[in-house]
């Protein structure tokens, strides 16, 4: 614990105490950001896709249950 405490001392002496705190703010931001972006809900995805109009073969593919076109 006290070499953190000789760790803060430094960095406030080399880059002064608005720059440390500026960088502990902008820190805490982002971790609060991490943790609001895990506990918000995933997206839901279509669960019918739109059909692939350029490549019928892999929705007969699809259809067939085959995962090559053409198999």
């Known amino acids: 614990m ?6 803060l001392v430094v960095l406030l002496v080399i880059f002064g105490a608005g720059k440390v705190r ?3 703010s902008d820190l805490g931001a ?3 950001g991490f943790r609001k972006a895990l506990k918000a ?14 490549f019928p073969e892999v929705l007969a593919a699809r259809a067939r249950g085959s995962d090559k076109p053409g198999a």
């Open 30 to 32: 982002a971790v609060k």
């Open 41 to 54: 809900p995933a997206p839901e995805r279509p669960a019918d896709p739109l059909p692939d109009a350029e």
């Open 2 to 7: 006290f070499e953190v405490l000789i760790i």
């Open 22 to 24: 500026g960088a502990g």
